[in-house]
């Protein structure tokens, strides 16, 4: 299995802040990773797909990038409904696995 | 509207075995490949299992491998896992998830879970 690093495991911010979560891949998975968002209690939501393409649906505020081993999920400017954890997954090949997931917590 | 709800959730001892089921509506079913994922209480998520949309190609993650079996009943549009030899450390909220790709890919809907408990 390809391992996910996410980075940081939690982040403080302010309401209107630009939060960028990152994720690693220990070998290359070209573009092949999603982003989810999870409430508590709350089965995860897809966010993004295949690194950059947004999900219908989904603010346009969320934005990913990269491609390789590193890819960035950018929130522009948070808003109060986006106090979640986030989650990135990889599925490359015949498997997926998930990041260790990042917790954005309000400042 | 798409939905997946899982049951078949419970407590069960070490060794035991355990069937979940995810019953699905909204889309057609057998248009769509399909994925167990669990969740550790209070832990990440952990992909386990991927079944094609026709049932010919399955893939496991290794913790799993040789323990859990998944399958799928089309004309009752619903996913299985049959789960033996449970551990403690399968302990988690299980889900099933849609997939539009013909291997495991991005997860578009979720159903809300079921909660398996192994512990003596």
């Known amino acids: 299995d390809i391992q996910m690093t996410q980075s940081p495991s939690t982040l403080s911010a302010s309401v209107g802040d630009r939060v960028i979560i990152t994720c690693r891949a220990r070998?290359?998975?070209?573009?092949?990773l999603a982003w989810y968002q999870q409430k508590p209690g709350k089965a995860p939501k897809l966010l993004i797909y295949?690194?950059?393409n947004l999900e219908n649906g989904v603010p346009s505020r969320f934005s990913g990038s990269g491609s390789g081993t590193e890819f960035t999920l950018t929130i522009s400017s948070l808003q109060p409904e986006d106090f979640a954890t986030y989650y990135c997954?990889?599925?490359?090949?015949?498997?997926?696995?998930f990041g260790g997931g990042t917790k954005v917590e309000i400042k | 509207e798409v939905q997946l709800v899982e049951s078949g959730g419970g407590l069960v001892r070490p060794g035991g075995s355990l069937r979940l089921s995810c019953v699905a509506s909204g889309f057609t079913f057998s248009s769509y490949s399909v994925n167990w994922v669990r969740q550790a209480p209070g832990k990440g998520l952990e992909w386990v299992s991927f079944?094609?949309?026709?049932?010919?190609?399955?893939y496991y993650a290794d913790s799993v491998k040789g323990r859990f079996t998944i399958s799928r009943d089309q004309g009752k549009s619903s996913l299985y896992l049959e789960m033996n030899s449970l551990r403690v450390e399968d302990t988690a909220v299980y889900y099933c998830a849609r997939d539009w790709g013909s291997a495991p890919s991005s997860l578009d809907y979720w159903g809300q879970g079921t909660l398996v408990t192994v512990s003596a």
């Open positions: 070998q290359t998975i070209n573009s092949w």
């Open positions: 997954q990889q599925y490359s090949g015949y498997s997926s696995s």
């Open positions: 079944i094609s949309s026709d049932g010919h190609s399955i």
């Open positions: 295949k690194a950059s």
